[in-house]
């Protein structure tokens, strides 16, 4: 976290205890009860989008790859290199063709090296949640999950894994 | 919002990547129980149970969460060990000042199995929840019938000045009466 979003989090800190406080007081009831009207006074806060949510298609990109790159290196470490050498070859696509280009199965036909079949789908899946991030987000977890498993098998995983993608993606951009 | 694990988990993620509007559903998630525990548990005083909430809460943003490892998503039981080990330090510094050791070790020694003991169940213990539910009742029934105007106007805060802005003392006057509608007089102690 860095330290401007920090100073503005501490801001929200303190402004929160005081609002309580003195709507405890406000209301007549002991201040041992501001915790308690504080939960009821931002109950319903929403988190708005993450600020930094991708705008640009470069920052797509970078999210793209960074969310590639992690879930590759945690679940088919041994694949790791082979991803890094498929992105050099599509990072100058658009960010929809990683998307919607690389839909069909065996996708990475013609990419010419081995281990890129099984690593295209895994960077066209994330390509299509980095893309729909703000409808996801604004869709209930269930709902958010059912379109991520719905995307995952329509590029041929299998439904477990389609599940865990579904965990790891919602977890990444904010909607479990 | 439920306050279940995962969006305990999801909070903190997005805290880590700098949305610090993120603080504000955790503290609604949890310094109604971590005062409860404060409190109840370890003999704090109100104002000693306060600070440990706030100083936990600014722990946390100022460099605590750059700590949270996303992998393990510990939730709720990672926010309860920074609790709890600023409990600890606040029950130190209160030993120190008292110079009754025999008293706070034993609630020292409470407190930090209790961290252990919460931070591996990862539940809030049913003992801390909320006593009185009535009251609770009120204060939300009330809140809700405020307009939206209303609430806006409180959760801006009193504003500058030495009388502050004129719609946030006319919100809180109509809380109040939306308040003693719901749950009766206050007396005042």
Known sequence: MDAQA??????????????????????GLPREKMFTVLSVMYKDTVVAAQPATVTSTDALKNRIFQLSEEYIGTKMKAQLPSFHTLWERIKTLPVEALDM??????????LGFAGSQSLMPVVSLISWAVINQSSLTASTPEKAKEAIVKEAESRGFPRSQSYAFALYLQSRLGNS | MDCEKNYIHQLLVQLKDNNDEAVRPLMDCLS????????????????????AIQQA??????????????????GPGWMWRV????????LRQKQN????EESLDETLE???????????????????????EEEKKAVQKAWDA????????ILRGRGPGTYGRTEYWTALKQARVLFETFYGPIRQS
């Open chain 1, 6 to 27: 920090a100073a503005r989090a501490k801001a929200h800190v303190r402004e929160m205890m005081e609002n309580a406080a003195a709507f405890t007081e406000a209301l």
């Open chain 2, 97 to 100: 000042r008292l110079r009754r």
């Open chain 2, 146 to 153: 405020l307009s939206i105007v209303d609430r806006k106007a």
């Open chain 1, 101 to 110: 280009g690389m839909q069909q199965r065996a996708p990475s036909a013609g």
């Open chain 2, 83 to 90: 609790f709890g080990r600023v409990v600890i330090d606040i």
């Open chain 2, 32 to 51: 109604e129980v971590f005062y409860k525990a404060a409190v109840g548990k370890y003999q704090l005083s109100h104002e000693e149970a306060q600070d």
């Open chain 2, 57 to 74: 809460f600014v722990r946390i943003v100022d460099g605590g969460i750059d700590k949270y490892v996303e992998e393990k998503g510990g």
């Open chain 2, 110 to 132: 409470k407190a930090q199995n209790d961290i252990l003991v919460q931070e591996a169940s990862e539940k809030e213990d049913p003992g801390w929840s909320v006593e009185h």
